[in-house]
Each structure stands twice: as C-alpha cells, then as structure tokens.
C-alpha cells in the first residue's frame, strides 16, 4: 500500500484547508483510516480517524468541531478538511492505514502504513 497526502500549505489562523490522501493497493477498502500530525520538537499525535464504511469518525479534542475526516472509496482517498486554523494546528500532517475497520482513537503503533507528511502552517 502506498499513501501519498497532499493539499499542506500556509494559511492565516481562522482560515481553512482541505487535506487528501490517495492511496493505492486493496487494503484502502478494507481499512479504517487515520491522519495523524507532528509538531516541531513534538511526538506524531492522533487527529481523526474514520471507520471502513465511513459511517463513523473519531477525533481529538484539540481538533473536534474544527475538522471533519471523511472518505471516498471510489477514489481510494480520505480527507481532513480542517477550519478555524490555529497557529498550535501547525505540523506536518500524515495519513496511514490500520488493519483495524472501526474508527478509534488511534496510536502510532496501531498503524500499519503511513503516507509521506504535508506540511500544515498557519500564522498568527
């Protein structure tokens, strides 16, 4: 399986981006899917994460209300549109699959593949 994430960029703080992540392989149909994030001198973290069937999703506090994860199986891609940036919202950001099908509050070993990041900046 291959991840590639896209659509990172600077924004002012208020603003919005709508990250995607393509995937190629079968796995991306049978998985649940998380995008994870990584600040500067700071350890990778979950953000949310979306069930098989897309019927559920899972977020972190810092992002809830804020970001909305969603997917497109005929695709293969899920999205992490994120508003009301904040200057703390800024990392790089990392799609990744996990061989699990219900959406949960994901850690880093619970993932099976991972996407090169995109880089996420909002100013203040």
């Known amino acids: 399986v291959q991840l590639q994430a896209s659509g990172g960029g600077l924004v002012q703080a208020g603003g919005s981006l709508r990250l995607s992540c393509v995937a190629s392989?079968?796995?991306?149909?049978?998985?649940?899917m998380g995008w994870f994030r990584q600040a500067p001198g700071k350890e990778r973290e979950f953000v949310a994460s979306i069930s098989r069937s897309g019927g559920t999703t899972q977020y972190a506090d810092s992002v809830k209300g804020r970001f909305t994860v969603s997917r497109d199986d005929a695709k293969n891609t899920v999205y992490l549109s994120m508003n009301s940036l904040k200057p703390e919202d800024t990392a790089v950001y990392y799609c990744?699959?996990?061989?699990?099908?219900?959406?949960?509050?994901?850690?880093?070993?619970?993932?099976?593949?991972w996407g090169k990041g995109t880089q996420v900046t909002v100013s203040s």
């Open positions: 392989g079968r796995t991306f149909k049978s998985s649940a």
């Open positions: 990744a699959t996990s061989p699990y099908l219900s959406a949960r509050y994901f850690s880093n070993n619970d993932m099976d593949y």
